[in-house]
């Protein structure tokens, strides 16, 4: 099991950067799967991005080259670093970790990209 909280949220210009964090309450060295994840009003969830034990990443097309996961094992936090911002990133940004069959999931943090 693993509890999981999500800061770095906000609101933001067109243009800009935030960057998200994602404070797990356990080591996360073993955790197989970690990702973000967002949804935005009338919207289905989908995956942003995501990173594995070994470090393999994945992003969607609408990110690739703007943002960047990433995971620090001695701070059991994984990280979103989202650059050049657009109106329709705007969402409530959610990580999840897979550390056995099930996932875990933050209440997540509102980002909104102001035009």
């Known amino acids: 099991q693993v509890q999981l909280v999500e800061s770095g949220g906000g609101l933001v210009q067109a243009g800009g950067s935030l960057r998200l964090s994602c404070a797990a309450s356990r080591n996360i060295f073993s955790i197989k799967y970690m990702g973000w994840y967002r949804q935005a009003p009338g919207k289905q969830r989908e995956l942003v991005a995501s990173i594995l034990s070994d470090g393999t990443t994945n992003y969607a097309d609408s990110v690739k080259g703007r943002f960047t996961i990433s995971r620090d094992n001695t701070k059991n936090t994984m990280y979103l670093q989202m650059n050049n911002l657009k109106p329709e990133d705007t969402a409530v940004y959610s990580c999840?970790?897979?550390?056995?069959?099930?996932?875990?999931w933050g209440r997540g943090t509102q980002v909104t990209v102001s035009s």
């Open positions: 999840a970790a897979v550390p056995g069959s099930f996932f875990y």
